[in-house]
């Protein structure tokens, strides 16, 4: 039987959703070893784990009788779709990732990817970021993409270097107070 005769409602939604972000053209997917890691148990964990639970709960489901009306086998399907997106988006992005150490730079006072900077703005409020790759910063975190108007005006700056942010409220001065990075494996500061 045709698909197009099923009642099924196996939208294309899973063609939409969530894509790798195009990146601009010569701009690199970096992302820190940690992060790259963080990408990849995920990816290894929606494959090997809960994909193979979810099409067993769905195979049994579909042994239960009537498909359109059975919540068990409808949820399991969309929970499906999901898992196939992801699993489809973390390769992607995995594919192009370039792995970048920040702890090459580790006693360093400039700023690049993987910094973790101190800085004051001109009203003196003060606060930490760090420089990030697309995948792996979390703004909850004080973790910013390298990619972001801010990082870039940090990029290349130094210890006491004073960078402009342009932002929707206007021109910015913040100084650089303090750059870290984490030590290389096996050594501790």
């Known amino acids: 039987m045709s698909k197009a005769f099923t009642k099924e409602t196996e939208s294309d939604d899973d063609e939409a959703g969530e894509v790798a972000a195009p990146l601009a053209p010569g701009l690199k997917n970096y992302i820190t070893p940690q992060g790259y890691e963080r990408l990849r148990t995920e990816l290894l964990g929606l494959m090997d784990v809960e994909r193979p639970k979810v099409v067993e709960a769905v195979h049994w489901a579909a042994k239960n009788g009537d498909r359109s009306e059975n919540g068990d086998y409808l949820y399991g399907k969309k929970r499906l779709r999901e898992i196939d997106r992801r699993i489809r988006f ?61 990082a870039k005006a940090l990029l290349k700056a130094r210890k006491g270097d004073v960078v402009k942010l342009a932002a929707p409220s206007g021109i910015h001065e913040l100084e650089v107070l303090e750059v870290n990075y984490p030590p290389p494996a096996g050594k501790e500061d």
């Open 90 to 150: 973390l390769g992607k992005r995995l594919e192009i990732a370039e792995i970048v150490d920040p702890s090459v730079h580790h006693g360093r006072d400039q700023v690049f990817f993987g910094a973790t900077v101190q800085l004051v703005d001109e009203e003196g409020a003060e606060r930490e970021l760090t420089i990030l790759g697309i995948d792996e910063a979390d703004s909850t975190q004080s973790q910013v993409s390298w990619i972001s108007p801010i």
